[in-house]
Structure formats: structure tokens, C-alpha cells
């Protein structure tokens, strides 16, 4: 006779105090797996992800307690990977941001709460400043920029 180890599939509800649900998780084999869902007590989704094997993989969105999307950060083996993106509670882009193996790298630009003009740019390698980072007025007019060699300011324009 041959005997199949199963492994052991739930998907676990937890509440908020009102009866609304909380957190909606998958556990396979104890280790959490799949789809995990969080929740305001109001009811509306406050954070979605995959979990596989225990790690954070793929997509990562937060919600302000609204509905409307606050962050998405990419993930790969549990590392930040990817472009990560965050919003203002109006949806409008407020910084973004691309990450390698939970390392910056690459141009981060923060805006102004309009969207259109840009608070900030400046540039990571492996997690360290690197080269010019410029900062502007809310009338998108340059105010200063910093020259960077591994996270420290070499060179200061101020207009």
C-alpha cells in the first residue's frame, strides 16, 4: 500500500473587532502561500500580495483606507525589485523609484502633489547617490543641485 503525504492547504480568515475581516491568508504545509489579502475595518482592501514559499513575490499594492492605491512595490524572493511607485491619497504619482535586490538603483523623482512638476531627481547606484541630484520649486523652477560620490555631496549649485 502507498501512503501520499498531503501537504496541508487553509486559508485562514482573522477579524477586526466589528466582524469585519482583517486579513485573509493561505497557508500551505505551515508557510504561508498564494494570495494574501488585508482589510480596513470599513471593509476595503488595504493591501494585496503573493506570497511564495514564505517570501514576497511579485506585486505589492497598499491602499489608503478609501480604495484608492497608495503603493506599488515589486518584489522578487522577498527583495524589492523593480519600480516602486507611490501615490498621493488622490492618485496622482508622488515618487518613484526602481529597486535591484533591495537596492536603489536608477533615477528616483518625487513630485509635487499637482503631478506635474517635479519635486526632486536624483540618481542611485547599489543603493548609494551617484552624479547630480536636482531640486525644484513647485513652479518647476531648479533651485539647487548636489553632486553625489557614494552618498556624499562633492558639489553644491544653488541658483
Known amino acids: ?6 501537504p ?6 482573522f477579524f477586526h473587532e466589528n466582524g469585519s475581516i482583517d486579513v485573509k491568508r493561505n497557508f500551505v504545509g505551515g508557510v504561508i502561500q498564494g494570495k494574501d489579502y488585508s482589510y480596513y475595518a470599513n471593509g476595503q482592501l488595504a493591501r494585496e500580495y503573493v506570497t511564495k514559499n514564505g517570501w ?3 506585486e ?5 483606507e478609501d480604495g484608492q492605491l497608495a503603493e506599488t512595490t515589486g518584489y522578487l524572493h522577498g527583495n524589492y525589485n523593480g519600480r516602486n511607485a507611490e501615490y498621493y491619497a488622490d492618485g496622482t504619482l508622488k515618487l518613484e523609484i526602481n529597486y535591484t ?5 536608477g533615477t528616483e523623482v518625487a513630485y509635487y502633489p499637482n503631478g506635474k512638476k517635479k519635486k526632486w531627481e536624483k540618481v542611485y547606484f547599489l543603493d548609494s547617490l551617484q552624479g547630480w541630484a536636482s531640486f525644484y520649486k513647485e513652479t518647476g523652477k531648479l533651485t539647487r543641485k548636489e553632486y553625489y560620490f557614494n552618498d556624499y555631496v562633492e558639489k553644491v549649485e544653488q541658483d
Open 60 to 64: 505589492y499594492r497598499t491602499y489608503y
Open 1 to 6: 500500500m502507498k501512503h501520499f503525504l498531503s
Open 101 to 105: 535586490n533591495d537596492q536603489k538603483n
Open 56 to 58: 514576497n513575490e511579485g
Open 8 to 13: 496541508l492547504l487553509l486559508l485562514l480568515p
